[in-house]
């Protein structure tokens, strides 16, 4: 069992937006602005997309945004597009002796 | 542009022990945190520790105390990851990743480990 709680799987249709949750504690999630997210397609190794809660690294479309409420992180993808269809993780720091930790992942299809 | 090249695929014995290199071009090797990520075949991503370089301290997950060991050779800009005492479980794709501004970029490869008798 993961220590991020993400749904299984989110789906939309091209253009649409879609927003993909990640819930942990206030030792992790809630207790830093350190959740990051990731997008895995399928052989491949994963891509950051968003870093310390809602910032964009270089490169990476206006398209993803990231924001935090409390204990749960969000990932929102507007203007859905065949390309985003892929697996996305969260991560945060953690208070505890394992540093990092993952969500378990969320499947996105577009439909 | 940093990028973070691993070793090849391994096949080993149960019991026995893997070493995985990850060697970094671009950027100041001993500057930067290297962690190590797994997934197994179908499941998620799992942190499993981290090296500073310019420091030498390596952290681990819980999970793998005593059983994993994160190096870094300065000189030739690599980073090891050995797991000892293998098992079934431990079949999985490895990564190793740079860690910026708290999020992990890039990421090397990845080097299938494959655990069977």
């Known amino acids: 069992q993961s220590a991020l709680t993400q749904p299984a799987s989110v789906s939309g249709s091209p253009g649409q937006s879609i927003t993909i949750s990640c819930t942990g504690t206030?030792?992790?999630?809630?207790?830093?602005?350190?959740v990051s997210w990731y997008q895995q397609h399928p052989g491949k190794a994963p891509k950051l997309m968003i870093y310390e809660v809602s910032n964009r690294p270089s490169g990476v479309s206006n398209r993803f945004s990231g924001s935090k409420s409390g204990n749960t992180a969000s990932l929102t993808i507007s203007g859905l597009q065949a390309e985003d269809e892929a697996d996305y993780y969260c991560?945060?720091?953690?208070?505890?002796?394992?540093?990092?930790?993952f969500g378990g992942g969320t499947k996105l299809t577009v439909l | 542009q940093v990028q973070l090249v691993q070793s090849g695929a391994e096949v080993k014995k149960p019991g026995s022990s893997v070493k995985v290199s990850c060697k970094a071009s671009g950027g100041t090797f001993s500057s930067y945190t290297i962690s190590w990520v797994r997934q197994a075949p179908g499941q998620g991503l799992e942190w499993m520790g981290r090296?500073?370089?310019?420091?030498?301290?390596?952290n681990y997950a819980q999970k793998f105390q005593g059983r994993v060991t994160i190096t870094a050779d300065k000189s030739t800009s690599t980073a090891y990851m050995e797991l000892s005492s293998l098992r079934s479980e431990d079949t999985a794709v490895y990564y190793c990743?740079?860690?910026?501004?708290?999020?992990?970029?890039?990421w090397g490869q990845g080097t299938l480990v494959t655990v069977s008798s």
């Open positions: 990743a740079r860690v910026v501004l708290m999020g992990f970029d890039p």
């Open positions: 991560s945060s720091y953690t208070s505890s002796s394992t540093l990092r930790v």
């Open positions: 206030s030792s992790d999630v809630g207790g830093y602005n350190y």
């Open positions: 090296i500073i370089p310019i420091l030498g301290i390596a």
